[in-house]
C-alpha cells in the first residue's frame, strides 16, 4: 500500500514537471515571437539605399510672352518707371552693316508688340555725340540729307526694333530736339542712353561738353510721306530679305503671304526680315506697328536693293 501510494506521488510529480517544462516552452516561444516583431528588419538596413527616392527635373517649355522678354536692367516696369542712369562714355563711329551674317541674330516671332520702348513712357538716360557722316546706320536705311538722328543703345535697340522709330529727346537746360533712330549703340552704350548725331548733339549742348542727362520718350509724328518696301540685295524666289523704310511707327512685325496663309518672319539685327527658304518672296506684305495697326501691300516686285512705294501710313497716335 505504501509502495502504490509513493508510485502515484511521482507520477503526479512527474507530469507537473512535463507541465512545467512545457508551459516555460511556450512562454519562450511567445516571447521570442514578441521580441522578434519589435526588431527592425535587417534587410532593409543592409540596403537604406533601395527606399530612397530618385530626385528627377522636369523642364517647362518656355511661354510665348518667356521667349521675348527683356532682361531687368533697364526694362520700364508696369507702372512706367524710366530706365536707370547711364554711365557710358561718348561711342565712336560705327560702320554700317553692308553685308548679310551667315547667322544673323533674330528676334522672336512671338514678343510682345510695344517690345522695350514702349508709349507713352519717359525713359532717362545720358546722350553722346557721335560722327553720323551720311546718315546711314545699322539700321540700313542708307544715306539721308536728314542728319537729325541718333544711335540708340543695344539693350533698347533690341535686335533693330527701335529702327525707325521717332524719340523726342529733353535736355536738363529745358532744350529738346526730335530724333529719328537709324543706327545702334553698341556697349559701353547703357540702357537708356542716346548717342546722338553730332548735328542733333549741337542743338542740346555744346559738343566740347560731351555728355548730358537727358529723358526722351516715343512720338507718332505728323508726316505727309507714305512707307516704302526694300528687298535686300541677293534677295531671289528661294531666299529674301524685306525692310520697311519710311514708317511714322516702329514696325513690330512683317508677314508675306504663303500657300499655307500668312507667314511672320524674323527679324534681324540689320532690319531686314527673312525667309530663309524662299516661301512668300514677291508676294504680298503685311506690316504691323508696335500699335497693332496692320497694313496689307501688294504690287510689290522682288527687285533687290529698290525702294518701292507703298502709298500707305501709318496712322498717327
Not at 517544462?21 to 528588419?41: E, F, I, K, N, R
Not at 533697364?74 to 547711364?86: I, K, R, V
Request: hydrophobic share 35%.
Amino acid at each position: 500500500m505504501q509502495t502504490a501510494r509513493q508510485a502515484a506521488r511521482q507520477r503526479r510529480h512527474r507530469r507537473r514537471l512535463i507541465l512545467g517544462t512545457t508551459l516555460a516552452l511556450t512562454a519562450a516561444s511567445a516571447l521570442a515571437y514578441l521580441v522578434m516583431g519589435v526588431l527592425p528588419d535587417r534587410r532593409t538596413d543592409a540596403d537604406p539605399a533601395s527606399a530612397t527616392p530618385v530626385a528627377t527635373t522636369q523642364v517647362r517649355a518656355a511661354t510665348p510672352t518667356e521667349t521675348g522678354t527683356p532682361t531687368a536692367s533697364g526694362t520700364p516696369s508696369a507702372t512706367g518707371t524710366p530706365s536707370p542712369t547711364a554711365t557710358a562714355t561718348t561711342a565712336s563711329a560705327r560702320p554700317s552693316a553692308t553685308g548679310t551674317p551667315r547667322s544673323p541674330r533674330t528676334a522672336p516671332t512671338t514678343a510682345s508688340s510695344a517690345g522695350r520702348i514702349r508709349p507713352g513712357t519717359t525713359y532717362t538716360g545720358v546722350a553722346t555725340a557721335y560722327e553720323a557722316k551720311d546718315g546711314d546706320g545699322a539700321c540700313l536705311f542708307g544715306p539721308s540729307p536728314d542728319l537729325m538722328i541718333a544711335a540708340m543703345n543695344t539693350t533698347d535697340y533690341e535686335t533693330s526694333s527701335a529702327c525707325g522709330a521717332y524719340v523726342l529727346v529733353r535736355a536738363a537746360n529745358g532744350k529738346s530736339i526730335t530724333v529719328r533712330i537709324t543706327n545702334e549703340c553698341p556697349l559701353p552704350c547703357a540702357p537708356g542712353q542716346l548717342d546722338l548725331s553730332q548735328e542733333a548733339f549741337a542743338k542740346l549742348a555744346d559738343l566740347k561738353v560731351g555728355r548730358i542727362p537727358i529723358t526722351w520718350q516715343l512720338l507718332s509724328p505728323s508726316t505727309s510721306e507714305t512707307m516704302s518696301v526694300r528687298y535686300k540685295t541677293g534677295s531671289n524666289p528661294y531666299w529674301c530679305g524685306i525692310q520697311a523704310i519710311g514708317h511714322r511707327n516702329p514696325v513690330a512685325r512683317l508677314e508675306v503671304r504663303t500657300g499655307g496663309g500668312w507667314r511672320q518672319l524674323p527679324r534681324t539685327e540689320y532690319n531686314y526680315f527673312i525667309s530663309a527658304d524662299g516661301s512668300g518672296c514677291g508676294s504680298s506684305i503685311r506690316v504691323t506697328d508696335i500699335y497693332g495697326e496692320r497694313l496689307t501691300i501688294t504690287g510689290i516686285a522682288l527687285r533687290p536693293n529698290v525702294v518701292q512705294p507703298t502709298g500707305v501710313q501709318f496712322a498717327r497716335h
